[in-house]
Structures are given as C-alpha cells and as structure tokens.
C-alpha cells in the first residue's frame, strides 16, 4: 500500500464531462440531416484502373449536386416570375390563377415523389424504431428535416413571387400575408407528400392492395389535367364562369388558401385573410396527425403472412420459376435473368411503386398531352399533339432504369460470382420492363386514339414511342453505370436518400433530354411527310429504336464489365 508522505500530493480522479440528459428534441433531426449531407457530399477514395472513373467516384456526388443546385435556383426564378407574373395580372383574373397555382404546387408534391422521384429520406424512420424516440417528436423532427434540401427552398421562393403584387397594390401587410402564406403553404407541401408516401408504404406491403394503388394513382393523375386546361384557358381566354366557380371553391380548400389570401390582404378584407390562413394551418396540423398514426407501422413493416399462394407446383423447379408467359424462351442464363426481373417488378414493394410511374407514362401522358392541347382534332403542333405524346411517354418509361442496380444492393453481388456478362445483364433488363410496359402503351395509345380521332395518325405515333423507349433504355444504360447510388434500407418504398432524389433527377434530365435529341429525326420527318406516308415511321422507328438500344446497351454491357466492384460499392447502403 502507497504512503503519501505529505510532498506529492494524491490523484484525484478527472470529473467526467458533464452531458446534457433529457429527452429528444426536433433540432436534433435538423442537425443529423445536416450532418449527412455534409458527409454525403464529400470526396470518397475509390480504387481503380479508370482515373475518370476515379476522379467520378471522389467527386461525382459534389458535381451533381452542385448540378442539382444550378437546377433549382433555374426552377426557383421559373417559378418565381410565374407567381409574380399571376399577382399583377388584371383584378378579375387574380384569384382564380392564385387558386390553380398553389392547388399545382401542393398536387405536384403528392403526385411526383409517388410517380417519379421519391421522397427525401435519410433519417429513415425505421432506424428510430428502437430508440425511445416519441412519435410526435419524432414526426415534428422529421418534418424539420425535410425542410433542409432543395426542393423545398425552390418551392418556397418561387411562391414568395405572390409578394410582388402584394407589395404594388396591397403595401406592406399584403405582403406580410404572402409570406405567411407562402411558409404555410410549403409547410402543407412537406407534410402532405410524406404522410401520403408513408400511408402508401405502409399499403403497399399488402399485394391486393397495390395494384388498387397503382390504378387510383394514375386515375388521379389523369384527373389533374383538367385542372391546367382551366389554367391555360384563364390565360387564353380571360375569366370563363367555369374557372372562376372552381378557382374559388379550391380558394377555400387547404390546396388553395393560403395562397389566395394576400388578394384578400389587397382588397382588405381581413376576415377573410384569417379565414384562409387558419384553413392552411388546419390542413398542415389534419395531415401531421395522419402521418403520426401511420408513421409506427410504416417503418416496422408488416409482412404479407403465410398461405399466400396455395397452389401446387407440379412443374419442374428451374421451370416453374419462369412465369408461364416467358416459356417460350430457352432455358439458360438469360431466361433466367429475364424471368427474375419480371418477377421483381411484380412482387418488389419498390419495383412495384416505380410500375406506378409506368401506368401514368403509359396511360396518363398521351391522354392529358393530346386533351391538353386542344382536345379532339387540334390543331396544336402541326394536328400531331398525339405523336409528341408518345416521345414523352416512351422515354418516361425507359427511365426507371436510370438506377437499376440500386433495387438489388448487395444482391448484385451474386451476379458478379456467377460472371453474368454485361450485355446479357442489361438486355434481360430491359426487356423484363418492355414486357410489363408494352401491352399497357399499346392499349393505351391505340384508346388515345379512338378517341381523339387521330386513328390515322396511330402508327407514327407507335413507332415514335417505341423509337424513344429503345433510345431512353440504351441511355439509362449507360448512365446506370457511371452513377450509380444506393437506395436506402427502408420499408418504404417511395424513400430517397438526401442529394439522391436530386441526383435522379438529373440523371434522369439528362437521359431524356438525349432521347428526345435522338428521335428528333423521326419529328421532323412526321412534320414534312404527306399524310399518306406516315405510316413509315412506325418500322423505322422500331429499328433506329432497337438499333440505338442495342448499341447503348452494349456500351453499358462493355462499361460494367468493366467497373461491377465499383457499381456494388456504389450501390451499397452504407450504414451509419
């Protein structure tokens, strides 16, 4: 035992740092989404033979951010002369356009993260599901945190437009009351696209459930076309009876509200302008409480139990895996590959939302495009409003392959063990979504049609759109290689992780933009051949489509060869 002899005096332990105890607040999810952009968009040390490769890798995540923040700040002033633009027309035309652009914006925040892009999550709620986290801070949180990115500060600064008729014909405290509508409205965007994405998630997990879902999507989406028509006609036409009747009963939706109430602030009618904001409120606090009562079983996920199928297999196993309709192709690799891939898109909850987007490419777009323009026998575009329609809806459907190895993760794996090559990879790919979009565009557009009266116009119109597949399915290739990224590890299926959602967004631009560069040749020869001879496209558009696929395909084919390690690590989740 030491004896202390009075000279050295005795150790004494270091207090222990003190910590801050108490439960989670809301600035803590602000702070960790802040914290995981930082770390997302710093450079990462990549090995390879490829230095451009390399030099991608470190820096592709900052390019295409900074990518993504050019195209919102181009969005951002967009939008901002559009609401400027509505707030100083005429008295009479105000209201309506104030009604149709905010019920546009809210709309547009449910619909696109379920149709297109996805929604922002990188604090995924199911990696709070063990931790003593309460649901209302955990929604209040997570609502804080989706304000932090880009699509909400575009949308919040191209409505603060509405100020600059506020301030030129209502002063100051109209302009007060565009803020506040503005902040309310972006506030009722953020909530409503993820308490909807997360009833959806949670839907979604029952089978029969998602076929419903993908039918009333795209019913919806179908039913807000008339919605820009009342639009286009107010700036046409001036006020019609039609318009101003439905502008002011969406002005007192939450939809609408809080963006007409500066008209009320202008006109002073202060009532009025409480009455709307309060409707604002109410709608944002309505669907904080939806997501609070979905938010549980949306992120701990609930499986479809046992019994499903019932049927007996009496077919041989390697077989009985391929579905009945894919029989007809040998048995090998590339039946294999084929056959898994449609049984994803069919049974994947994540797969089965991106086929969402494909029922609106299919059915919604050539439909909405050819109404849009003027209805029956327009005359919009040369009268060929309905073969444009199919360059749109063609390449939409190519691009859920933007990122096809992000479904699979660390599956892909699998596939680099057993040396599939990269062009059989990618064709049995692309073919497993031509097969479920096909007989779905073809009906389609043949109903588009018949209706329109444009029957004669039907073979371009087909062959435009298959030209445009094959385009945007080659390209998508290619670009599916160079920039993969990891979809989160999450029950729901429409989650992004954060920068992702603008990184798809802009591979996704740049994939269509080169489709639509590439089937201009077919639009310019539909414009300048006489009527009788359109029929042409459709064989030539089938082959520079097929031609231009095929060639994309095996360049991507080739590319992945070349860099698998790199796409799994790519496409990896990484965990925190």
């Known amino acids: 035992m030491a004896v202390n002899d009075g000279h050295i005096p005795p150790q004494r332990p270091e207090p222990e740092p003190s910590v801050a105890v108490g439960g989670p607040r809301v600035s803590y999810f602000v702070r960790l989404k802040l914290r995981i952009m930082r770390n997302s968009l710093r450079p990462g040390r990549r090995h390879g033979d490829d230095q451009k490769a390399r030099i991608f890798s470190r820096y592709g995540r900052l390019i295409l951010f900074i990518f993504g923040l050019i195209m919102g700040l181009w969005a951002a002033v967009v939008g901002f002369g559009a609401f400027a633009g509505s707030s100083l027309v005429d008295a009479e035309l105000r209201a309506p356009l104030a009604a149709f652009a905010g019920t546009a914006v809210v709309l547009a925040w449910v619909f696109v993260p379920l149709l297109f892009f996805g929604v922002d999550e990188t604090l995924d709620p199911a990696r709070f599901a063990l931790l003593p986290v309460p649901r209302r801070t955990l929604v209040l949180g997570m609502l804080a945190a989706a304000f932090v990115g880009i699509p909400p500060m575009v949308t919040l600064l191209a409505t603060l437009g509405s100020t600059i008729g506020a301030a030129f014909d209502g002063g100051p405290a109209a302009v007060l009351v565009a803020v506040a509508g503005a902040f309310i409205g972006i506030a009722l965007c953020v909530a409503a696209s993820r308490a909807v994405t997360s009833a959806f ?254 029957a004669a116009q039907l073979p371009a119109a087909l062959g435009v759109g298959l030209c445009a597949f094959g385009i945007s399915v080659g390209a998508a290739g290619i670009t599916s290689v160079l920039a993969p990224y990891p979809m989160p590890d999450s029950n729901n299926p429409f989650a992004m992780n954060s920068g992702r959602g603008s990184v798809k967004s802009l591979l996704s631009f740049v994939t269509m933009f080169v489709t639509w560069l590439l089937t201009a040749p077919l639009l310019v020869a539909f414009t300048f051949l006489p009527d009788r001879l359109t029929w042409l496209l459709l064989p030539v558009g089938v082959v520079w489509g097929v031609a231009l696929g095929w060639t994309g395909t095996r360049v991507a084919g080739a590319l992945l060869e070349r860099r698998a390690p790199e796409v799994l690590a790519a496409v990896t989740p990484k965990r925190a």
């Open 201 to 454: 998630a949670r839907m979604l997990r029952s089978r029969r459930v998602r076929d419903l879902a993908a039918l009333l999507i795209a019913l919806l989406g179908i039913s807000c076309n008339p919605i820009f028509q009342l639009v286009f006609a107010v700036v046409q036409n001036g006020e019609s009876k039609q318009s101003a009747a439905i502008g002011e009963v969406l002005s007192w939706t939450p939809l609408a509200a809080p963006y007409v109430a500066y008209i009320d602030a202008i006109d002073g009618h202060w009532a009025q302008v409480a009455a709307r904001l309060l409707i604002g409120v109410a709608g944002v606090v309505v669907l904080l409480w939806w997501w609070l009562h979905t938010i549980e079983s949306a992120m701990l996920g609930v499986s479809d139990g046992p019994g499903a199928r019932k049927g007996v297999v009496t077919d041989p196993p390697v077989r009985a895996f391929v579905p009945r309709l894919l029989r007809f192709v040998p048995t090998g690799r590339f039946a294999g590959l084929l056959a898994r891939e449609v049984r994803y898109w069919l049974r994947d909850p994540r797969r089965r939302a991106s086929l969402i987007s494909l029922l609106a490419a299919s059915v919604v777009i050539p439909f909405a495009f050819t109404f849009g323009a003027g209805g029956p026998g327009s005359q919009s575009f040369g009268g060929g409003a309905f073969v444009y329609s199919l360059l749109f809806a063609g390449a939409f459907i190519g691009l859920v392959l933007v990122n096809q190895f992000g479904n699979d993760g660390t599956a892909y794996a699998l596939h680099m063990l057993t040396n599939v090559p990269g062009q059989v990879e990618l064709t049995a790919r692309a073919l497993g979504v031509g097969l479920l979009t096909f007989p779905l565009l073809a009906v389609g557009t043949v109903a588009v049609s018949i209706v329109s009266g444009n």
